[in-house]
Nanobody, 123 residues
Framework: QVQLVESGGGLVQAGGSLRLSCAASGRTFSIYSMGWFRQAPGKEREFVAAISRLANTYYDDSVKGRFTISRDNAKNTVYLQMNSLKPEDTAVYYC?????????????????WGQGTQVTVSS
């Protein structure tokens, strides 16, 4: 079992930056691939970024070049650095863990989920 707790969300102006963190506890963090998803009001949850056990990364086109996913296995933490934020990035951001080392952008492939952290970008 893995528990995930997100932090770092908040209110920021367009063009600003935020860094989200996801702290994992439970089983060995380093064996999991990790992902970030987001859900805007009235919309379905969507893929944002993922990082494999070996730190290979994968991004949705909407955030490529603006967001960076990284992990620190010693701290059991995955990060999402978000730069050049836009109002359309406003959503609840969820961290997820996949019980395998390879990345995936499909929600169904993830085994554990955090409770989410709100990100609001004002225009």
């Amino acid at each position: 079992q893995v528990q995930l707790v997100e932090s770092g969300g908040g209110l920021v102006q367009a063009g600003g930056s935020l860094r989200l963190s996801c702290a994992a506890s439970g089983r060995t963090f380093s064996i999991y691939s990790m992902g970030w998803f987001r859900q805007a009001p009235g919309k379905e949850r969507e893929f944002v970024a993922a990082i494999s056990r070996l730190a290979n990364t994968y991004y949705d086109d909407s955030v490529k070049g603006r967001f960076t996913i990284s992990r620190d296995n010693a701290k059991n933490t995955v990060y999402l650095q978000m730069n050049s934020l836009k109002p359309e990035d406003t959503a609840v951001y969820y961290c997820a863990a996949r019980n395998t080392g390879t990345v995936s952008k499909a929600m169904r492939d993830y085994d554990y989920w955090g409770q989410g952290t709100q990100v609001t970008v004002s225009s």
